[in-house]
């Protein structure tokens, strides 16, 4: 029985790395979902071909969430993996975050994801099967400057998904997150090149990550029967 994989955020960067992975097996059904990247959605199925679908949803709207998760069960029956991907971020002193920044930034990266598993959880409960991928941040695990909102929200990720694969795990649901160091996509863009060089030269790998490091590790993880509630980073060494 082929496996229903709903990725959010899936159009561009590290969502679009994982669809161009996890398409290859054709045993795989993706639903990508993507918000404001409409052009790169229609590219990306007209690339991929017949094993995806794209479906517009905004993640911090519920209803919108609702409505793409019950689509997917009431065509597919099931929804086996959750890749709770999309995600914003922002460089900004801590004085200077506003209570807006702070909510926008909680909810895209972190409610988000309360909301995607809230409507999946009752068919993975009864499926006794599931396996849900949260997209941390090494700043979720060791604290980022100047991205304090983003680091709590990223730290929020790790907690949420470790009491989840407690809670899940006697009704075989795995819970994992996959906290990425540096990667090159849209989200790094206004990085210098003297920024990005420092980041090389303070990485044992000496190179800052491509979406295929990440798409690697989730698929690893969806194959995967006996991990559950672990943080995976991939980051060059960066953080150990
Ligand atoms: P990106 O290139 O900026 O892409 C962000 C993605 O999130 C886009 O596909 C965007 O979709 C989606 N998104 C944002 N807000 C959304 C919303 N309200 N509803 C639906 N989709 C929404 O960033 P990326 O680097 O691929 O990041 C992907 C994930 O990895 C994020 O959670 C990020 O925090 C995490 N991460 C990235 C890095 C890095 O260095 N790049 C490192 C660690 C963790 P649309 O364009 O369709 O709106």
């Given at each position: 029985?082929?496996?229903?994989?709903?990725?959010?955020?899936?159009?561009?960067?590290?969502?679009?790395?994982?669809?161009?992975?996890?398409?290859?097996?054709?045993?795989?059904?993706?639903?990508?979902?993507?918000?404001?990247?409409?052009?790169?959605?229609?590219?990306?199925?007209?690339?991929?071909?017949?094993?995806?679908?794209?479906?517009?949803?905004?993640?911090?709207?519920?209803?919108?969430?609702?409505?793409?998760?019950?689509?997917?069960?009431?065509?597919?029956?099931?929804?086996?993996?959750?890749?709770?991907?999309?995600?914003?971020?922002?460089?900004?002193?801590?004085?200077?975050?506003?209570?807006q920044d702070w909510n926008n930034m909680?909810?895209?990266?972190?409610?988000?994801?309360?909301?995607?598993?809230?409507?999946?959880?009752?068919?993975?409960?009864?499926?006794?099967?599931?396996?849900?991928?949260?997209?941390?941040?090494?700043?979720?695990?060791?604290?980022?400057?100047?991205?304090?909102?983003?680091?709590?929200?990223?730290?929020?990720?790790?907690?949420?998904?470790?009491?989840?694969?407690?809670?899940?795990?006697?009704?075989?649901?795995?819970?994992?997150?996959?906290?990425?160091?540096?990667?090159?996509?849209?989200?790094?863009?206004?990085?210098?090149?003297?920024?990005?060089?420092?980041?090389?030269?303070?990485?044992?790998?000496?190179?800052?990550?491509?979406?295929?490091?990440?798409?690697?590790?989730?698929?690893?993880?969806?194959?995967?029967?006996?991990?559950?509630?672990?943080?995976?980073?991939?980051?060059?060494?960066?953080?150990?």
């Amino acid at each position: 029985m082929k496996k229903v994989i709903l990725i959010t955020g899936a159009a561009r960067g590290i969502g679009r790395g994982m669809v161009e992975e996890l398409s290859k097996n054709r045993e795989y059904i993706i639903i990508a979902n993507y918000n404001k990247s409409e052009e790169e959605a229609i590219k990306l199925k007209k690339r991929i071909g017949e094993n995806i679908e794209i479906y517009k949803a905004d993640v911090t709207n519920k209803i919108e969430i609702e409505d793409m998760i019950n689509y997917i069960i009431d065509k597919y029956g099931k929804i086996d993996v959750l890749i709770n991907n999309a995600g914003i971020s922002q460089i900004k002193m801590f004085n200077d975050i506003t209570e807006q920044d702070w909510n926008n930034m909680i909810t895209t990266n972190l409610t988000s994801a309360f909301f995607t598993t809230k409507a999946v959880i009752s068919n993975m409960i009864h499926n006794k099967n599931g396996c849900i991928i949260n997209i941390s941040s090494i700043w979720g695990m060791v604290g980022g400057s100047c991205e304090v909102h983003y680091s709590a929200a990223k730290a929020g990720l790790i907690g949420m998904s470790k009491a989840l694969a407690k809670e899940l795990g006697p009704s075989n649901i795995r819970v994992n997150i996959v906290a990425p160091g540096d990667i090159d996509t849209d989200m790094n863009k206004e990085l210098s090149v003297e920024s990005i060089q420092e980041i090389k030269e303070g990485t044992p790998l000496r190179r800052i990550g491509k979406p295929i490091d990440i798409a690697r590790c989730v698929k690893w993880l969806i194959e995967d029967e006996f991990t559950t509630g672990q943080v995976v980073s991939p980051n060059g060494g960066w953080v150990i």
